[in-house]
């Protein structure tokens, strides 16, 4: 399973509801754009070094899924889809999506704009 942002914020609260799911999953997965956007907010933070600390934890237990060729043809494709469906959704979500399709993996996100793509599973806590 791949994790949203909002959905490895949740598990840096310790929010229950979502460290039952991530407990039953054989892997888990982060995207480096998940991790971008997650060390910005952690730049905002006024908990920045605690948290920095149990991301790199997290991150060690994880598997990072980094952006390659192949995942640009993905990324392209659901672009295009979108743009001509008219129905644009956040373009580091577009890269998010295109690796969770990529690797044949549902994504743990609140955010319902993921269900604009109908090859992509979301999975919500």
Avoid: C
């Avoid at 995207?31 to 971008?36: D, L, M, R, T």
């Amino acid at each position: 399973m791949i994790l949203d942002t909002n959905a490895l914020s949740a598990a840096s609260f310790g929010d229950p509801a979502i460290a039952k799911v991530l407990t039953i999953q054989p892997a888990l997965y982060v995207p480096v754009i998940v991790i971008g956007e997650y060390r910005f907010g952690i730049a905002k933070s006024t908990k920045r070094d605690m948290t920095e600390a149990w991301l790199e934890r997290f991150l060690g237990a994880v598997n990072v899924l980094n952006i390659v060729k192949s995942t640009a043809q993905h990324y392209a494709d659901l672009y295009l889809a979108l743009k001509q469906a008219g129905t644009p959704i956040p373009i580091n979500d577009v890269w998010i999506a295109a690796l969770a399709i990529e690797n044949n993996l549902p994504l743990l996100s609140r955010d319902t704009h993921f269900d604009k793509l109908p090859t992509l599973r979301r999975v919500e806590w």
